[in-house]
């Protein structure tokens, strides 16, 4: 609906991306403390948050989209991702847990220093959004899960390309 309808009239601006900014850290304070729980309908006294927060985040993530876009347009691996999003959002929560996996192993055999020994198992095993480790490993889980769901794709489309040449070559000699 946005790109169809939307659009013509959303003018990015520095101050329209700014503002959108400056809305999303006042609710997230307001609202720290606030469970909302969609499975339920419970939002407490939030009722038009989850209404009016996912509209805002969505309004400035295309306006962020499109800063980095205008600046990093020729570059590939961007180009990259940006083409394949679909394919990192279906595989992300995966390759976390491969990551947390991987922690586990090494936490297992002694390998990791003291700092990172604390493996909770029961969180692991039961909480999807568990990340193991320090907050300065997190970057490990935000680079793993942004960039390996794009290796099976890369290699999937390097198979294709060359079982085309293949075919190509093999309908060349026979003609």
């Known amino acids: 609906m946005y790109k169809t ?11 329209t991306f700014i503002g959108l900014l400056i809305y999303q850290a006042i609710i997230t304070y307001y609202y720290q403390d606030t469970t909302i729980t969609m499975v339920s309908g419970y939002f407490g006294n939030a009722v038009f948050k989850p209404f009016i927060v ?8 295309i306006h962020l989209a499109d800063m980095i876009d205008k600046k990093f347009k020729n570059d590939k691996l961007l180009s990259y991702i940006g083409q394949h999003t679909w ?21 297992k055999y002694g390998l990791l220093v003291d700092s990172l020994s604390q493996f909770e198992i029961n ?4 909480d999807i959004y568990y990340r193991y480790g320090l907050p300065q490993t997190y970057i490990i889980f935000v680079l ?28 060349t000699k026979a003609s």
């Not at 394919?87 to 936490?107: A, E, G, K, Q």
């Open 5 to 15: 309808k939307l659009q013509s009239f959303d003018r990015f601006n520095s101050l």
């Open 54 to 61: 996912p509209l805002s985040g969505i309004w400035l993530f």
């Open 87 to 107: 394919d990192i959002m279906l595989h992300h929560m995966f390759i976390i847990r491969l990551v947390n996996l991987s922690f586990f192993s090494l936490n």
């Open 123 to 126: 969180r692991f095993v039961g």
């Open 144 to 171: 793993a899960a942004s960039l390996l769901p794009l290796v099976p794709k890369y290699t999937a489309d390097l198979l294709k390309k060359r079982k085309q040449a293949r075919n190509k070559i093999t309908v």
